[in-house]
């Protein structure tokens, strides 16, 4: 679990992964991702700070 959950964090796509680790569904790689805070609060920031 913290392979993955450490790739996300350092920003590699959920398909990446997936295919690196041999996932077949891409919902098992999310599965797998839960050990560092979700991302959304900093995805809304950085778009904001496009539209600016």
């Given amino acids: 679990h913290s392979h993955i959950s450490l790739l996300m964090d350092r920003g590699f796509s959920a398909l990446d ?8 569904a891409i919902s098992i790689t999310y599965k797998y991702a839960h050990m560092y805070p979700n991302k959304q609060d900093e995805m809304a920031r950085k778009l904001e700070e496009e539209r600016s």
């Fill in 17 to 24: 992964i997936a295919e690196r680790v041999g996932h077949e």
